[in-house]
């Protein structure tokens, strides 16, 4: 079974500073998606960014960008000019592209605290 | 197009009782998924429904907990006899078919007294 471990229970940065939240995943699958979704005290789920296994080319959206590392299995989060808007808990998640498999495998978080 | 909706948002419940979740997926969606959030954690997946059948509920514990997707209506996850450690937040999520985009709802949270 996948798994996916996020190692930074906690993270802080200052206002318009960059960030990189950690994730790391484990799968015998060579093709899957990989996400970021942020968790705001809504409690809302919003998807952030994702990206296909198949792809080399790392995702960019706006200020937030990952690192994917196949061979490492490591997929890390960067968010560049960080805003008070962004402070939140990030859940990075696995999904197999397997038939019937669509379940998302979440990791088990990390707040992200924007000092102003 | 309204989203995913889930009601209610908050749901209280005496341990014993029944709680029923309601979720009511984007218009044009077939694929349910619920999952569970308890405190200070990621969410776990229950169950993967289309419209009738369910497809995966390898993560819904194997007693008190039922889901279905009917063919007119919302999706309802059931928990009968409920107890404390139920209290969680329930999300239902939805998608068009098995393209990677899921459309989250709102969650219920759910208290047991």
């Known amino acids: 079974a996948q798994t996916v471990t996020q190692s930074q229970p906690e993270m802080s940065v200052q206002e318009a500073e960059t960030v990189t939240l950690s994730c790391t995943y484990d799968?015998?699958?060579?093709?899957?998606?990989l996400f970021w979704y942020k968790q705001p005290p809504s409690r809302q789920m919003i998807l952030v960014i994702r990206q296909e296994a198949y792809k080399q080319q790392n995702a960019t959206e706006n200020r937030f960008s990952v690192n994917f590392q196949k061979a490492a299995k490591s997929f890390s989060l960067k968010i560049s000019d960080s805003q008070l808007g962004d402070a939140a808990m990030y859940f990075c998640?696995?999904?197999?592209?397997?038939?019937?498999?669509?379940?998302?495998?979440f990791g088990q978080g990390t707040r992200l605290t924007i000092n102003p | 197009n309204a989203g995913v909706m889930q009601n209610p948002r908050h749901l209280v419940r005496r341990r014993g009782q029944e709680a029923r979740l309601r979720c009511s997926p984007m218009k044009g969606h077939s694929h349910v998924y619920w999952y569970r959030q308890l405190p200070e954690e990621g969410l776990k997946f229950m169950v993967y429904?289309?419209?009738?059948?369910?497809?995966?509920e390898s993560g819904m514990p194997k007693e008190r907990f039922s889901a279905e997707f009917p063919k007119e209506g919302p999706s309802i996850l059931r928990i009968q006899q409920v107890v404390r450690g139920d209290s969680a937040a329930y999300f239902c999520?939805?998608?068009?078919?098995?393209?990677?985009?899921?459309?989250f709802g709102s969650g219920t949270r759910l208290t047991v007294v």
């Open positions: 799968t015998s699958e060579s093709d899957y998606y």
């Open positions: 429904l289309q419209k009738e059948n369910i497809i995966d």
């Open positions: 999520a939805s998608s068009p078919g098995s393209s990677y985009g899921y459309t």
């Open positions: 998640a696995y999904r197999s592209l397997l038939q019937g498999a669509q379940k998302l495998v």
